[in-house]
Nanobody, 124 residues
Framework: QVHLVESGGGLVQPGGSLRLSCAAS????????MGWFRQMSAEKSREEVA????????VYEDSVKGRFTISKDTTKNTVYLQMMNLEPEDTAVYYC?????????????????WGRGTWVTVSS
């Protein structure tokens, strides 16, 4: 199995910055993509914030372009989300998602793994 541990959430004032980290560990054969999603309330669906692929290409949700930067350290199987100029509308639970092949998989099938989530609250 693959395990994800997120860190870096918290309370920040509007205009402030935070950096989220997500470390993947366990039976990892290879990682396809690593990314961040967020859910703003129990009634809303989880939305993609940013994703980085194995070749380093990135995708961002429109509202975070120019403010958030996703990066990764392949030696540590860790993905980061640097968030700057945070707005109250960014308040949400942020989840790490990794698509990886586990060494436990007989057929080398990519599987989605999710972290437990970390709160980011932007408020004065």
């Amino acid at each position: 199995q693959v395990h994800l541990v997120e860190s870096g959430g918290g309370l920040v004032q509007p205009g402030g910055s935070l950096r989220l980290s997500c470390a993947a560990s366990g039976s990892i054969d290879s990682i396809n993509t690593m990314g961040w999603f967020r859910q703003m309330s129990a009634e809303k669906s989880r939305e993609e914030v940013a994703t980085i692929s194995s070749d380093g290409s990135t995708v961002y949700e429109d509202s975070v372009k120019g403010r958030f930067t996703i990066s990764k350290d392949t030696t540590k199987n860790t993905v980061y989300l640097q968030m700057m100029n945070l707005e109250p509308e960014d308040t949400a639970v942020y989840y790490c998602k990794v698509v990886a092949v586990s060494t436990d998989s007989h057929w080398k099938t990519p599987t989605q793994y999710w972290g437990r989530g970390t709160w980011v609250t932007v408020s004065s």
